[in-house]
């Protein structure tokens, strides 16, 4: 069975500051991995995602990801933090396992950006 | 293109209660996703369909029960509910059933059981 850790329930950047967000995951077949943002009081909004290819993938707003498959990471960053960059941030993975599709997510690291 | 849109936004029942939340796709997309986040547990995957068929399902009792609808909208019902119900209910879709395939997520319906 596949699994999600992030690492930090709670980070608080600085405005300005790199953002990383850690995410290491657990499966017996390669996975297809994603970041997903939740604002409060909305759904999730789709940041990246990793499937083949390129292991450094790019995303919105700014945020990029790098699958290390020896590390078994999916660590999210972003150059410079800004105050709207404060949300819930879920990594995921998914994969085929014969008994269906579906997501396993992480518990969610919450980020705090300060002036 | 119109995201993922769900209905009720918000929704306050009592135990033993029955509720039906309802989920449109985006148009294209023939499999639908529920999923709920519940305070201190986060995101579980309740239920998937796929082609009008359930394909899948998490471990939650059988009370949760939905069905898909031949335009790929969904319905999640939760007969006699109870208090750990209370949750935001999130529903998705997906292209196909491909797991490289995201999810596109709606805003939920949030669940209130008193």
């Known amino acids: 069975a596949q699994s999600v850790t992030q690492l930090g329930s709670h980070v608080s950047v600085s405005e300005g500051a790199l953002v990383l967000l850690r995410c290491n995951y657990s499966s017996s077949v390669p996975p297809y991995l994603f970041w997903y943002v939740q604002y409060p009081n909305q759904g999730l909004q789709l940041l990246l995602k990793?499937?083949?290819?390129?292991?450094l993938v790019k995303g919105i707003n700014g945020f990029e990801a790098e699958f290390k498959k020896s590390e078994t990471s999916f660590h999210l960053t972003k150059p410079s933090a800004h105050m709207s960059d404060a949300a819930e941030y879920f990594c995921a993975v998914s994969l085929y396992t014969g008994g269906g599709n579906k997501l396993t997510f992480g518990t969610g690291t919450q980020l705090k950006v300060e002036l | 293109e119109a995201g993922v849109t769900q209905s009720p936004t918000h929704l306050i029942k009592t135990r033993g209660q029955q509720v039906t939340l309802r989920c449109s796709p985006i148009?294209?997309?023939?499999?639908v996703y529920w999923y709920q986040q519940a305070l201190g547990l986060g995101l579980q995957f309740l239920l998937w369909y796929d082609e009008g068929e359930e394909r899948n399902r998490g471990n939650f009792p059988p009370r949760f029960s939905g069905r898909q609808f031949p335009n790929y909208s969904s319905e999640l019902n939760v007969n006699a509910l109870e208090l750990e119900d209370s949750a935001l209910y999130l529903c998705?879709?997906?292209?196909?059933?491909?797991?490289?395939?995201?999810?596109?997520f709606g805003d939920g319906t949030r669940l209130s059981i008193l």
């Open positions: 148009s294209g997309h023939t499999s």
């Open positions: 990793y499937t083949t290819g390129a292991t």
């Open positions: 998705a879709s997906s292209l196909e059933w491909d797991p490289s395939q995201p999810q596109h």
